[in-house]
T-cell receptor, first 113, second 117 residues
């Protein structure tokens, strides 16, 4: 089944404790992206990657890092999480010429205490 | 800069009613793409439709239909004979077709649709 997977789905952590949210897709898509969803603000792009080793900032990159060492994986790294990074995070992938349809993972709900 | 406005924050209907969700967009590009996504209470984002700016034909898929009008920069979504399972947040999104913007979806803030039995 074609899908985007994210792990973990739920995470509670404390301020300053580094964490990684993994994202993997099995559709051989070149493009992957991370979004965060917050009440009243909607969905905003954090980072995106056009292909292996090619990444760029979205609208709200502060406090986040990404890497794209393999085509299928695009982890989101929070080196020192803060409470304002409490959010619902979505990974997405798409193939073909942009702007192709982006398919989303199930979401990761993060709470930073 | 691209922008998507969904003026209806919440809509509540009774089952079997028709309902239209409004979406108005702003872009300086002549080539762009519009999308609708559904977010049910379980939280995932489900792709519904993609439309490019050169295709103004209305689309119908079962009980769903979309009305794209470039003259009013609108891409409205109608659910006919709504059902309880249609209850969800619906997002309209825009992506421009050139430069770095073609890798980004700009979302509206969403419309929460509640269909009551």
């Amino acid at each position: 089944e074609a899908q985007v997977t994210q792990n973990p789905r739920y995470l509670i952590t404390v301020t300053g404790k580094k964490l990684t949210v993994t994202c993997s897709q099995n559709m051989n898509h070149e493009y992957m992206s991370w979004y965060r969803q917050d009440p009243g603000l909607g969905l905003r792009q954090i980072y995106y990657s056009m292909n292996v080793e090619v990444t760029d900032k979205g609208d709200v990159p502060e406090g986040y890092k990404v890497s794209r060492k393999e085509k299928r994986n695009f982890p989101l790294i929070l080196e020192s999480p803060s409470p304002n990074q409490t959010s619902l995070y979505f990974c997405a992938s798409s193939g073909g010429l942009p702007p192709a349809t982006q398919y989303f993972g199930p979401g990761t709900r993060l709470l930073v205490l | 800069a691209q922008k998507v406005t969904q003026a209806q924050t919440e809509i509540s209907v009774v089952e079997k009613e028709d309902v239209t969700l409004d979406c108005v967009y702003e872009t300086r590009d002549t080539t762009y793409y519009l999308f609708w996504y559904k977010q049910p209470p379980s939280g995932e984002l489900v792709f519904l439709i993609r439309r490019n700016s050169f295709d103004e034909q209305n689309e119908i898929s079962g009980r769903y239909s979309w009305n794209f009008q470039k003259s009013t920069s609108s891409f409205n979504f109608t659910i006919t004979a709504s059902q309880v399972v249609d209850s969800a947040v619906y997002f309209c999104a825009l992506s421009e077709a050139r430069g770095g913007s073609n890798y980004k979806l700009t979302f509206g803030k969403g419309t929460l649709l509640t269909v009551n039995p």
